[in-house]
């Protein structure tokens, strides 16, 4: 992919917000060393999710033979979850990207589902409506229209379940987010293979709902 100055100009303004966070808060770059050890490799060759390495631990701790995930976008944090046995379902929109996943990934508890980007990504979002309600353990939001495919998956995460929503720094995601009522924490702190900052909001379901 070809590098834009529009892309340079955003890469420069991350930078320069991740300087004023960690300057007011140090503790923030407790995980600068982790990040430097992986001397620059993809999430795919680090078989690592793409999110602040604090969450990558916590979620070490609940993930493992018989998990249920969602992914909307998957790639390092596919590898990830089969790694730990969990049983992962993948929707990707786009072709190439999924053709990369199939050459990478060879598992009988992985399924990919392409879904196309026309009438709005609508297939793309309703791609987890056939999910029996309550069922999964955890879904990840990190691709297209992420406020969307949000609010669908809140009926699918059982109660108790995390629903974890990538770059809510993004002010566009906010008001989705914030309107599905859950308790809600955002980890902050730098992730494989990301230079700047990454910033994850994680929703737990109330075991009442």
Partial sequence: MPVTAKMVRTQLRLAGRSAKVLAR?????????????????????LRLPWLPFRLID???????????VFEYGGGGSTLWFLDRGADVIT???HDGWADELERSIDSPRWTLLRRSPDADYADYVAAIDDRPDDSLD???VDGRERARCAARATAKVRPGGLLLVDDIDRER????????????????????????????????????T
């Avoid at 140090?26 to 620059?40: H, K, N, Q, S, V």
């Avoid at 916590?58 to 249920?68: D, K, M, Q, T």
């Fill in 138 to 140: 955890l879904v990840v």
């Fill in 91 to 93: 929707v990707e929109h």
């Fill in 25 to 45: 808060h140090p503790g923030t770059g407790r995980e600068l060393p982790r990040l430097a050890a992986t001397r620059g490799r993809s999430t795919m060759k």
């Fill in 58 to 68: 916590e979620l070490a701790a609940v993930i493992g033979p018989g998990s249920r």
């Fill in 173 to 208: 995601y906010h008001a989705a987010v914030d309107g599905i009522g859950w308790p809600r924490r955002d980890v902050v702190g730098f992730a494989p293979a990301k230079p700047t900052l990454a910033y994850t909001a994680v929703l737990r379901r109330p075991p009442s």
